[in-house]
């Protein structure tokens, strides 16, 4: 039964329910009938309408950052993601927190403008480490710009190459002086060709741009992220978006009858009302495979409603901020997956946390499976169930 939003005090959530809004706010969802979004549903049916809902997404782990969408848009190909990418609506860069996100092109700009002088300003003892200068940066900025200029694009292998053959050494940081192109608004991640993302200008890719003050752009991200992820904490966002609790704060008091509270297990969460509201109705699928770093995960700075704190070594091993793809029953870890793609087959293999689970969850494993094998264009070869 979908919940009633009541404005005003908060409404007290039991797990259950804060996953189910959860799901819902995330565009994991199915339709009211009963069946998988498609094109056209009230679901998240496209890479586009995905990527509005999830406002940005970690994208270092680039796999998972196509997979991110097309979890989220049933019937969506894998070529499909990347030519929403080659199209200039959707790219990757370094917006928040100093680490790499996929967004919509034309939000780049205006979350850099308020977050890019904070990422950098945090880099000074890093860049003194490296040797990297004003002088090297400007170096890396002329030779970037000889490179791509004219709507040229290149690997980021080969901007390196360009790097090395105008005289900037690259060895030990060559990814850092991309990202701080990127943090400046010279680089970015845009098109893809022969599958492999490559870089270009700003200024000649992306065109068009909303435009706000510093106090906008905050309230902006608030109304986005509990858009795309809420009921969160103020926590989970300032550590997401890495900007003062305090400035976050007051943006959602500022937003005011758009954001709604909730109180899970003495913890003030809050939500994006319309957000929540547009989709009552559309049930969250009960079993999914979304892609390791998906932000069903990485999207809380607190993510033990959705992971066991006991089982959280098995998708991130020794701590080390990699994170396994989870399997999740009703928003709930309960293993890893992985797949082992082939010409023209893909192999599945489920790794429980504990008991295997029921026969009515493989089967939809199953499915969910067989919709990943179709997202990259091949059959699945078989579904291994480990113990």
Do not use: C
């Not at 609506?89 to 996100?101: A, I, Q």
């Not at 890093?126 to 170096?139: C, K, M, P």
């Not at 909730?262 to 699928?285: I, K, M, N």
């Not at 396994?324 to 992985?338: F, S």
Request: no cysteine; hydrophobic share 45%; glycine share 12%.
């Amino acid at each position: 039964m979908p919940m009633t939003l009541i404005r005003g005090g908060p409404t007290a959530l039991t797990r259950a329910e804060l996953l189910r809004l959860r799901m819902r706010s995330q565009g994991l969802v199915r339709s009211a009938g009963g069946k998988e979004s498609q094109r056209g549903a009230p679901a998240l049916g496209t890479p586009a309408a995905a990527a509005e809902r999830l406002f940005a997404w970690q994208g270092q782990d680039l796999g998972s950052a196509l997979w991110a969408l097309g979890v989220r848009a049933p019937g969506t190909t894998r070529e499909e993601v990347r030519a929403a990418f080659t199209a200039g609506r959707l790219v990757r860069s370094w917006p928040f927190r100093g680490t790499l996100h996929a967004l919509a092109a034309a939000d780049l700009p205006w979350i850099l403008e308020l977050t890019g002088p904070r990422t950098l300003g945090g880099l000074t003892r890093r860049n003194a480490e490296l040797g990297i200068t004003e002088a090297t940066v400007d170096s890396a900025r002329a030779l970037a710009s000889e490179l791509l200029r004219g709507r040229k694009h290149a690997s980021r292998r080969r901007l390196l190459d360009a790097f090395e053959d105008g005289g900037l050494a690259t060895a030990g940081r060559g990814s850092h002086l991309i990202s701080r192109l990127a943090l400046e608004g010279t680089l970015v991640f845009g098109p893809f060709a022969g599958g492999e993302h490559q870089l270009v200008l700003v200024d000649e890719w992306i065109t068009e741009s909303r435009r706000f003050d510093t106090e906008g752009a905050v309230r902006e991200i608030v109304r986005r992220y509990l858009a795309g992820r809420g009921p969160a904490a103020l926590s989970d966002l300032a550590w997401w978006a890495k900007l003062p609790v305090r400035w976050i704060r007051s943006a959602a008091m500022e937003l005011g009858d758009e954001l709604t509270t909730f109180d899970y297990q003495g913890t003030e969460l809050w939500g994006h009302a319309p957000a929540l509201d547009s989709t009552t109705g559309l049930a969250p699928r009960q079993v999914l495979l979304p892609a390791g770093f998906d932000e069903v995960l990485l999207g809380y700075a607190d993510r033990s409603a959705v992971l066991p704190a006991e089982h959280a070594g098995k998708v991130v091993p020794g701590g080390n901020g990699i994170f396994k793809p989870a399997v999740l029953v009703r928003g709930r870890a309960i293993g890893t997956w992985r797949a082992k793609p082939g010409a023209r087959q893909v192999s599945v293999a489920v790794i429980p946390f504990e008991r295997p689970p029921a026969d009515r969850i493989v089967t939809a494993i199953r499915t969910q499976a067989r919709a990943y094998a179709a997202y990259l264009g091949l059959d699945l070869a078989e579904l291994v169930i480990e113990h």
